[in-house]
């Protein structure tokens, strides 16, 4: 199993960045690919990007790309996410999620995460 604790969130004006954090603690780190997602209040949690077990491989969601960046460091258990251009849009919970992987491939459902955070709070103010 892993464990995994975001940090980072907070209110920012729009334009502004964050970085948000995830401290995995358990099995090797490297064993998982990782990803993040967002829920809003009364939707449904969303893709936002992912990263494969090394690191080789990133996947951004459409309304995401060219703003944030996904990162992962193996040697200190971490995965990140710098959002730049910050939009009120993207106020959210954000959430990292871990999914044991063979194969050196991104993840982008949901559904195919076995862990997860509890979440960090992002509020975009205009």
């Known amino acids: 199993q892993v464990q995994l604790v975001e940090s980072g969130g907070g209110l920012v004006q729009a334009g502004g960045s964050l970085r948000l954090s995830c401290a995995a603690s358990?099995?090797?780190?490297?064993?998982?690919?990782m990803g993040w997602f967002r829920q809003a209040p009364g939707k449904e949690r969303d893709f936002v990007a992912a990263?494969?077990?090394?690191?080789?491989?990133?996947y951004y969601a459409d309304s995401v790309k060219g703003r944030f960046t996904i990162s992962r460091d193996n040697a200190k258990n971490t995965l990140s996410l710098q959002m730049d251009s910050l939009k009120p849009e993207d106020t959210a919970v954000y959430y990292c999620?871990?999914?044991?992987?063979?194969?050196?491939?991104?993840?982008?459902?949901?559904?195919?995460?076995?862990?997860w955070g509890q979440g960090t709070q992002v509020t975009v103010s205009s």
């Open positions: 990263i494969s077990r090394s690191g080789g491989s990133t």
């Open positions: 999620a871990a999914d044991s992987r063979l194969h050196d491939i991104v993840v982008i459902t949901a559904g195919e995460y076995s862990y």
């Open positions: 358990g099995r090797t780190f490297s064993f998982y690919a």
